[in-house]
């Protein structure tokens, strides 16, 4: 699978419960509603445990995005299309995340579970 990852920053204007609740009842459904014509295959944000930073290195991102895609190609094709780079796609962005702040890569999965399993299934 290959990715488009976003390392964001919200919006400095939004809580971080703005920003979840946004995210959640707003941005995601629209992100899903634009682009699984255009074959997304995986849409998944991560967000920072607070009580849990003690096991982490400190991080001024506050959510990490994955897009995921059959392709490369398929992946290009999306992020291209004119359904995804829509006003209402850009406005919703601009109001949910501070792109100026963020970081973004696009990536090809490696699951090492998953071939773990793979071989153990293959050796029964």
Not at 32 to 60: C, M
Not at 94 to 115: I, T, Y
Request: proline fraction near 4%.
């Amino acid at each position: 699978m290959h990715l488009s990852i976003g390392f964001m920053v919200r919006n400095p204007q939004m809580t971080v419960e703005e920003f979840r609740r946004y995210w959640d009842e707003v941005h995601a459904p629209l992100i899903l509603k634009l682009l699984t014509p255009h074959g997304i295959r995986r849409y998944r944000a991560k967000f920072p445990v607070p009580s849990a930073a003690r096991y982490a290195s400190q991080t001024h991102y506050d959510a990490i995005v994955e897009m995921g895609f059959d392709s490369e190609e398929a992946l290009d094709r999306a992020l291209a299309s004119a359904d995804f780079q829509c006003d209402e796609r850009r406005e919703s962005s601009a109001r949910c995340f501070d792109h100026a702040r963020g970081a973004d890569m696009v990536a090809m999965e490696s699951d090492a579970m998953a071939a773990e399993q793979d071989v153990a299934t293959i050796r029964l």
